[in-house]
């Protein structure tokens, strides 16, 4: 059974930055395709990174393009989402996702079989 474990969650300035780890355990997910969602309060859940199977191609929603970056290490069996330059409509729970058989990159939450219970991220004014 595999799972997931988010953590770098907190409070940020904004303009600030943070970065989130999200650790398998269970299984090497490292080479599973991954990625990240985020949902606000009273809003969808949308994606925001995601990463192919062999860490080489990566997607982002246009959001969050050129002030986060998704990454994987193969050796800690973790995904990062680095997040800076931070803006208060960045505030929201952010979820890790992994799927086995799916990609090698997925955009599409229910293309995701495994799924963390998610950080909260808020970003002050």
């Known amino acids: 059974q595999v799972q997931l474990l988010e953590s770098g969650g907190g409070l940020v300035q904004v303009g600030g930055s943070l970065r989130l780890s999200c650790i398998g355990s269970?299984?090497?997910?490292?080479?599973?395709?991954m990625g990240w969602f985020r949902q606000a309060p009273g809003k969808e859940r949308e994606f925001v990174a995601a990463?192919?199977?062999?860490?080489?191609?990566?997607s982002y929603a246009d959001s969050v393009k050129g002030r986060f970056t998704i990454s994987k290490s193969s050796t800690k069996n973790t995904m990062y989402l680095q997040m800076n330059s931070m803006l208060p409509e960045d505030t929201a729970v952010y979820f890790c996702?992994?799927?086995?058989?799916?990609?090698?990159?997925?955009?599409?939450?229910?293309?995701?079989?495994?799924w963390g219970r998610g950080t909260q991220v808020t970003v002050s004014s």
């Open positions: 996702a992994a799927d086995r058989r799916r990609g090698p990159i997925i955009l599409k939450d229910s293309d995701y079989d495994y």
């Open positions: 269970g299984r090497t997910v490292i080479n599973y395709a």
């Open positions: 990463i192919s199977r062999s860490g080489s191609s990566t």
